[in-house]
């Protein structure tokens, strides 16, 4: 029995332009392409405030708590969209931030250890509602894990006549509400994650910085989660920050850098995810980390090669040294 190899023959004419090769199959690759950029670019601008305070976990797990508040949302409305499951996700990500400080200050607990508690039972009290409770919708654990992005293009709403999809909408606003609150309070969120007792001095309230970014990120996650999955969100809202992380140590430019690799991550991830007909979803997050491990490895400042190669210089004796000592 002959097994298929396990990476496919490449071809630049098939893989690369194939995805353009016609008029329906460009639109349907553009706005997968803006899908997932949208996604990379919210996700990643709020994963560089948690990444520079050490916080990634904690958006890992909201992006998996908010579960509980959209299926409670649910319960209460009777629909999974609307205000209602924006405002169910938001006090979702406030609650598991709350929680999480709490048992971490009240007790022996650790915040990781903290952060796996909370987040383990708020997701599996989400599932356990979703099953018993929600199970006749369309939505269930593998799509808020998984996403549904290739069916997701075809959720459709017509904007001056032009057919785009709604989750390219809201992701759109979405984005346009992060990168404004960032903007606007640029100088409360820089204080505030990189020192918190001088925010407290000069009056900023680092602890509700903190609580409205929780809230702005689980608004991220929710509106991702439908088209996207979870999975895909928490490696946006990590691997691009990381990736930026180690190629620059000013703020500002980090967001850019999030930016550009969260872009790139979207438009190499469809291209490659048609080349091996696999999920877009899993090349883009591969992708991601890929880009990830160039920055590890190679980071001007703080790659791990860069930096042995430095060593090594450093370490090796001049060539009139050596010649010295052997005669």
Known sequence: MNMPPLIPPFDFQTHVLGP????????????????????????????????????????????????????????????????????????????????????????????????????TSLFALGVILLNTMASHQHIDADCVLFGDLEFAMFDTTKIFGVAIPRSAVQLTLVTAVVASVIALFYKELLVSAFDPQLAAVLGLKPRLVRYGLMGLLSLAVVSSFQAVGAILV??????????????????????LLTVVAGVISAIVGVHVAFWLNAATAGAMVCVACGLFTLAFLFSPRHGLAVGALRRFRRDDPPLADELSVSA
Do not use: N
């Not at 009777?78 to 048992?103: D, K, N, P, R, Y």
């Open 234 to 255: 928490v490696a946006m809202m990590i691997a691009p920050p990381a990736t930026a992380y180690l190629l620059t140590d000013r703020l500002p430019k980090m967001l």
């Open 20 to 119: 353009w090769s016609s008029p329906e199959i460009a639109a349907g690759t553009f706005w997968t392409m803006a899908t997932c950029s949208l996604v990379a670019i919210c996700c990643g601008l709020l994963g560089c405030f948690l990444i520079v305070q050490g916080l990634a976990l904690i958006g890992d797990a909201i992006s998996h708590t908010v579960l509980l508040g959209i299926v409670v949302a649910f319960l209460l409305t009777g629909q999974f969209s609307g205000m209602a499951m924006l405002i169910g996700a938001g006090l979702t990500g406030i609650v598991t931030a709350l929680l999480i400080e709490f048992i971490h200050r009240s007790s022996r607990i650790k915040q990781d250890a903290a952060i796996g508690i909370v987040f």
